[in-house]
């Protein structure tokens, strides 16, 4: 195994680079830019949020969110409201057109899943998923820091 130390992460890079690519080349294709599916997605999950939400959610800052809800909303995807009682609070909803680009993106994202996963078993999609879960929580402990096997922390 110890032939392999570096080359996972690596890979992992390398297979994240071409997923993202992938799915850049099939927003693309639904007329969507960059930061626009995962706007259309998270609507999808829960309408009516709060710009603060969403910039939360998607980790990305507010100005980037006004820039890419004001495109969305040139083209009838979103529309922006504000909030019933707190009248500085804006609220982000899909239109019918956004609702559904949404779905299209949803599964465009579920066939691109389907074709990485290709000739993977059950049992296969569940290790994978199990791992990735430790990676992110190793590379989510405070200082990134996770002791090695040989007991030496890093």
């Known amino acids: 195994m110890d032939g392999k130390r570096g080359r996972i992460g690596y890979l992992f890079v390398q297979v994240v680079k071409v997923h993202m690519e992938r799915a850049r080349t099939l927003f693309a294709s639904l007329g969507l830019s960059r930061g626009q599916p995962p706007v259309l997605l998270v609507l999808g999950e829960k309408d009516g949020q709060t710009q603060s939400a969403l910039c939360e959610k998607l980790n990305i800052r507010a100005a980037s969110l006004s820039t890419i809800l004001q495109r969305m909303e040139q083209r009838d995807l979103v529309r922006r409201q504000s909030h019933q009682n ?22 465009a ?39 090695r096997e040989d007991g030496e922390t890093c």
């Open 86 to 107: 707190d009248h500085r609070a804006v609220e982000v909803y899909l239109t019918e057109e956004g609702r559904m680009l949404m779905h299209q993106a949803r599964e």
């Open 109 to 147: 994202l579920e066939d691109l899943e389907d074709e990485m996963l290709y000739a993977f078993s059950d049992e296969d999609k569940e290790l994978l998923y199990q791992m990735l879960q430790r990676m992110k929580a190793n590379l989510s402990q405070p200082g990134g820091c996770v002791p």
